[in-house]
């Protein structure tokens, strides 16, 4: 069983930044899909950034393009959202989710709170 624990959330002013990890149990990072995600207060839970297993190339949202940066590092199974520019709207719960893809199985962190405020 997969297990992803998220660190780094907190509370940030506008304009800050914050650099979130998800450290997977096992060596499994490297061979699979990573993503970050984010789900606001009232609001259906939506992809912020992902990583391919192979290529390493990236997607990010509209919203995250310019100012968040997905990276893994397999040597610590673990994949980070380095978050700068941070916005009132980037407050959310951030989930990080694993995807093997040779059976499409997700698994889910339990998230970690960011919240954007002066």
């Known amino acids: 069983q997969v297990q992803l624990v998220e660190s780094g959330g907190g509370l940030a002013q506008p304009g800050g930044s914050l650099r979130l990890s998800c450290a997977a149990s096992?060596?499994?990072?490297?061979?699979?899909?990573m993503g970050w995600y984010r789900q606001a207060p009232g609001k259906q839970r939506e992809l912020v950034a992902a990583?391919?297993?192979?290529?390493?190339?990236?997607t990010y949202a509209d919203s995250a393009k310019g100012r968040f940066t997905i990276s893994r590092d397999n040597a610590k199974n673990t994949v980070y959202l380095q978050m700068n520019s941070l916005k009132p709207e980037d407050t959310a719960v951030y989930y990080c989710?694993?995807?093997?893809?040779?059976?499409?199985?997700?698994?889910w962190g339990k998230g970690t709170l960011v919240t954007v405020s002066s």
């Open positions: 990583v391919s297993a192979i290529t390493g190339s990236t």
């Open positions: 096992g060596s499994i990072v490297s061979i699979s899909i």
């Open positions: 989710k694993l995807r093997t893809p040779w059976n499409d199985r997700d698994y």
